[in-house]
């Protein structure tokens, strides 16, 4: 199994920035690809960004995704942060054709 632990979360003023960071653990040679979601209270679960092995990404708004193999972790870059930003950020990777989910990091962005 593969354990994903984020971090980075937390409050900020609006035109902010913040770097998330969601590092692997466990069985990481299935890993494929990484990403972020997001889910704001009321609001379902939405996607941000992906990073597959191959380096390629698809990237929501201002946000920009990165990956360190080396240090097996994947990195949300957020900058311009405005508080419709404000949700629970969630990792996540696809391991063995599986969906695996980190617990979360809170970012709350104050107007």
């Known amino acids: 199994q593969v354990q994903l632990v984020e971090s980075g979360g937390g409050l900020v003023q609006a035109g902010g920035s913040l770097r998330l960071s969601c590092a692997a653990s466990g069985s990481i040679i299935g890993i494929n690809a990484m990403g972020w979601y997001r889910q704001a209270p009321g609001k379902q679960r939405e996607l941000v960004a992906t990073?597959?092995?191959s380096g390629r990404t698809n990237v929501k708004g201002r946000f920009t995704i990165s990956r360190d193999n080396a240090k097996n972790t994947v990195y949300l870059q957020m900058n311009s942060l405005k508080p419709e930003d404000t949700a629970v950020y969630y990792c996540n990777v696809n391991w063995l054709g599986q969906t695996i989910w980190g617990q979360g990091t809170q970012v709350t962005v104050s107007s």
């Open positions: 990073i597959a092995n």
